[in-house]
């Protein structure tokens, strides 16, 4: 069987279908335009080197420190919180989520991987200030269950 990431390829990015899975390489959630609350919360699966990306089309992410980038990726490690509250401008009403894992080698180095492999995600759930994803995690054979992750927003005050 082809892997997904080869599939990708075939479609030029766009959402294929894998048993009763409508699989995607990110997704494109469409939320208030504003700034918003958005919550990302790991509930199930995989413990570390697992993580979300998280960015607005067209607006920023508010870091730890106070500045701003386009995105941020949300790492799930057993010395890290399982939720993760970020401000986020949406200019464009549209919020850009993605799974993304780490491949740790022999001699110590670290790559962080995001769209190789099987690290794909289908939606699981979803109402209008809510998502609920299944994230495979790219090594190996396409589990949509290694990792459940939720992304919630909120309009801020």
């Known amino acids: 069987m082809k892997s997904l990431q080869y599939e990708f390829i075939e479609t030029k990015g766009q959402p294929i279908k894998r ?9 494109f959630i469409k939320v208030p335009h504003g700034t918003l609350e958005v919550t990302v919360r790991f509930l199930t699966g995989l413990k570390e080197d697992v993580g979300i990306r998280i960015g607005p089309t067209v607006g920023w992410v508010e870091l730890s420190d106070g500045s701003h980038a386009n995105g941020v990726t949300i790492w799930r490690g057993p010395d890290l919180s399982d939720e993760d509250v970020r401000k986020v401008e949406c200019a464009a009403g549209e919020l850009e989520v993605w ?3 780490r491949v ?3 001699d110590g180095s670290i790559c962080e991987n995001e769209w190789t492999g099987n690290a794909e995600m289908v939606v699981l759930s979803q109402d ?9 995690s790219g090594p190996g054979d396409f589990n949509p269950l290694e990792l459940i992750v939720e992304v919630k927003w ?4």
């Not at 048993?19 to 997704?27: K, S, T, W």
């Not at 809510?130 to 495979?136: D, E, H, K, L, W």
Request: contains cysteine; glycine residues 8%.
């Open 154 to 157: 909120r309009t801020c005050k």
């Open 99 to 101: 799974n993304v894992y």
């Open 19 to 27: 048993g009763a899975y409508d699989v995607q390489q990110r997704c």
């Open 104 to 106: 740790k080698y022999k």
């Open 128 to 136: 209008s200030a809510a998502i609920r994803f299944g994230c495979s």
